[in-house]
């Protein structure tokens, strides 16, 4: 470890649970942290250009998504819309296009939203401080708190489960993630140190950067760790017990039985799919899929027919596990009938799901929709299959 940042280490005295709540050892731990984030920072495209749109864009990728998955879609989100007023002006079916491969779509649509709130209310121009981010569609404490820091320099707190994680190992305080007083205690800390560094927005960074790289939840490197001397929990030996694993509530399980609808297209040797548009709230709300009856339980074939409104029973080609954030969905996928018989009404077939808005695509357009990852993949199986049987 460089002779600055371990000269900056030496300056954390012994290591307490209220270290970071002294103002020395706030800057201490401060120092050490911005050093090390200097020499070791990461390459990545939202860092290059700090402004408060591309952070805005970036912090809303990056929740609960690893970084890994979010750089090309950052770069192909802002070469669409460069902008806070481009990306307002632009439509949400677009928006949801270019955010497929991140999942959580409802961050795309208050990403949006936040942007059109930028351009009608501010003048297409990103907020500067904390309290009026906060007023934005989708923007909370941490976010907020990002931005003013990293892009504008304010001294706001944030924590994330990074953040969180490394208070939770520097102070070796019992607690986990979500209960009140654990998360009241990381915002205090947090505070301290954005209130007694010299230049709080790449502490701030800095100490994400850590929780990312080095104090990882498993396995974590103490031994490249720039704070490691005043860290209670490197202290303990057990780093890694530090914080409390939360107790996460029983997974369910459902189904989606999908019927994949193709037709040849207009255009030379194209292909189109027949889409419905999932309702305005839940999973996946508003975005175009195949269409598809969801259930608690496996459907027979014959249940299938019906439901369809279908002539002939549905043929399985492929079944495949998806997995949310609290549950697992099991995709079922059909096709109308074996090639040669009778082609299944499409009328009866919309009845029969309650009559949603539809359209046919061409596939080689499908880009120009939202479609999630599994309603992707299923469309792309169908087509594979189709070509195998020709």
């Given at each position: 470890?460089?002779?600055?940042?371990?000269?900056?280490?030496?300056?954390?005295?012994?290591?307490?649970?209220?270290?970071?709540?002294?103002?020395?050892?706030?800057?201490?731990?401060?120092?050490?942290?911005?050093?090390?984030?200097?020499?070791?920072?990461?390459?990545?495209?939202?860092?290059?250009?700090?402004?408060?749109?591309?952070?805005?864009?970036?912090?809303?990728?990056?929740?609960?998504?690893?970084?890994?998955?979010?750089?090309?879609?950052?770069?192909?989100?802002?070469?669409?819309?460069?902008?806070?007023?481009?990306?307002?002006?632009?439509?949400?079916?677009?928006?949801?296009?270019?955010?497929?491969?991140?999942?959580?779509?409802?961050?795309?649509?208050?990403?949006?939203?936040?942007?059109?709130?930028?351009?009608?209310?501010?003048?297409?121009?990103?907020?500067?401080?904390?309290?009026?981010?906060?007023?934005?569609?989708?923007?909370?404490?941490?976010?907020?708190?990002?931005?003013?820091?990293?892009?504008?320099?304010?001294?706001?707190?944030?924590?994330?489960?990074?953040?969180?994680?490394?208070?939770?190992?520097?102070?070796?305080?019992?607690?986990?993630?979500?209960?009140?007083?654990?998360?009241?205690?990381?915002?205090?800390?947090?505070?301290?140190?954005?209130?007694?560094?010299?230049?709080?927005?790449?502490?701030?960074?800095?100490?994400?950067?850590?929780?990312?790289?080095?104090?990882?939840?498993?396995?974590?490197?103490?031994?490249?760790?720039?704070?490691?001397?005043?860290?209670?929990?490197?202290?303990?030996?057990?780093?890694?017990?530090?914080?409390?694993?939360?107790?996460?509530?029983?997974?369910?399980?459902?189904?989606?039985?999908?019927?994949?609808c193709l037709r040849r297209s207009d255009s030379e040797d194209g292909v189109e799919v027949l889409l419905v548009q999932r309702p305005?709230?839940?999973?996946?709300a508003r975005m175009w899929q195949p269409p598809s009856i969801e259930s608690g339980k496996e459907m027979a074939p014959d249940m299938?027919?019906?439901?369809?409104?279908?002539?002939?029973?549905p043929v399985g080609i492929h079944r495949f596990e998806h997995r949310t954030t609290h549950r697992d969905i099991m995709f079922h996928?059909?096709?109308?009938?074996?090639?040669?018989?009778?082609?299944?009404?499409?009328?009866?077939?919309?009845?029969?799901?309650?009559?949603?808005?539809?359209?046919?695509?061409?596939?080689?357009?499908?880009?120009?929709?939202?479609?999630?990852?599994?309603?992707?993949?299923?469309?792309?199986?169908?087509?594979?299959?189709?070509?195998?049987?020709?």
């Open positions: 470890m460089p002779d600055a940042i371990m000269s900056a280490q030496e300056d954390i005295m012994s290591p307490s649970e209220e270290s970071l709540l002294d103002p020395h050892q706030a800057r201490s731990f401060g120092d050490a942290l911005s050093l090390w984030f200097g020499r070791s920072a990461r390459d990545l495209p939202w860092r290059g250009q700090r402004d408060g749109y591309r952070a805005l864009v970036s912090e809303a990728m990056l929740q609960q998504t690893q970084v890994d998955r979010v750089k090309e879609p950052f770069e192909r989100f802002m070469a669409r819309f460069p902008d806070v007023v481009s990306l307002a002006n632009g439509s949400e079916e677009e928006v949801l296009a270019l955010w497929q491969g991140l999942g959580y779509y409802r961050r795309a649509r208050l990403l949006h939203a936040a942007a059109q709130a930028i351009r009608d209310q501010h003048g297409g121009v990103v907020p500067q401080d904390a309290a009026t981010l906060l007023s934005l569609p989708g923007v909370g404490r941490y976010t907020a708190g990002a931005i003013a820091s990293i892009v504008f320099g304010e001294r706001a707190p944030i924590v994330d489960g990074n953040v969180a994680r490394v208070f939770a190992r520097f102070t070796a305080r019992p607690g986990k993630p979500g209960d009140r007083d654990f998360d009241a205690r990381c915002w205090e800390l947090a505070s301290s140190v954005a209130s007694h560094v010299s230049k709080p927005g790449i502490v701030n960074e800095a100490i994400m950067e850590l929780g990312a790289t080095v104090c990882r939840k498993h396995d974590p490197d103490c031994d490249h760790c720039p704070v490691r001397q005043g860290c209670l929990g490197h202290a303990s030996g057990e780093p890694d017990r530090f914080p409390e694993v939360r107790t996460r509530a029983p997974r369910t399980t459902i189904h989606h039985h999908v019927l994949v305005e709230k839940g999973l996946w299938l027919t019906s439901g369809f409104g279908l002539s002939h029973q996928v059909n096709r109308p009938e074996a090639p040669g018989e009778t082609a299944f009404s499409e009328d009866d077939l919309l009845r029969g799901l309650g009559s949603p808005s539809h359209r046919w695509q061409q596939v080689e357009r499908l880009d120009e929709l939202g479609l999630s990852n599994p309603h992707r993949r299923i469309i792309d199986v169908a087509i594979s299959k189709q070509s195998d049987e020709r």
